[in-house]
């Protein structure tokens, strides 16, 4: 074929009416997942409540001396307040975007231990603890169930694991 063919061949396309397809509404609407577009941290406050004078808020008030303004550097989104309650065990409690709050009482704890405590808020959802009943939590439920090499029967269709 030559090349004027070949133009001529593709304007005889171009020319040509389009096919109708047929366009439906979509069946399902997208669902937002939390950290598929943008991440958005559930915790928006932490609360540092602690004792002056009392023993069993030594590692909350090292913690609020020497870690907590590390912690909320690297922390920006997260609202910190630190108050005193005198008489009262230190308590960490952490408010959540969904309008539950958690509380974490680190009485008689040292820094580190504070500091792994304040993270178990930060990083929590602020739900309720819920039971799982099925292993895999999916938006879309298979009919077969999950597969394992398992399920197969007989000696020659084994798979080797």
């Known amino acids: 074929m030559t090349s004027e063919s070949i133009i001529i ?3 005889y396309y171009l020319l040509q009416e389009p096919t109708s397809m047929a366009v439906g509404a979509l069946q399902k609407v ?3 997942q939390n950290g598929v577009g943008a991440f958005i941290l559930q915790c928006k ?3 540092f409540h602690y004792c002056d004078w009392a023993g069993s808020s030594n590692g909350m008030k090292l ?3 020497d870690t907590l303004s590390g912690f909320a550097r690297a922390n920006p989104q997260i609202e910190i307040h630190v108050s005193p ?3 009262r065990p230190p308590v960490i409690r952490g408010h959540y975007i969904n309008g539950r709050e958690k509380a974490v009482c680190v009485r008689k704890l040292e820094k580190g231990q504070i500091l792994s405590k304040a993270e178990l808020l930060r ?3 602020g739900d309720k603890l819920k039971k799982i009943n099925k292993p895999v939590k999916s938006l879309n439920e298979s009919v077969r169930g999950i597969w394992s090499p398992y399920h197969v029967r007989g000696e020659q269709n ?4």
């Open 123 to 125: 990083d929590a959802s």
């Open 30 to 32: 997208a669902q937002g």
């Open 85 to 87: 309650r005198p008489n």
């Open 63 to 65: 913690f609020l001396k």
């Open 45 to 47: 406050r932490l609360d």
């Open 158 to 161: 084994q798979w080797k694991i």
């Open 9 to 11: 061949l593709r304007n």
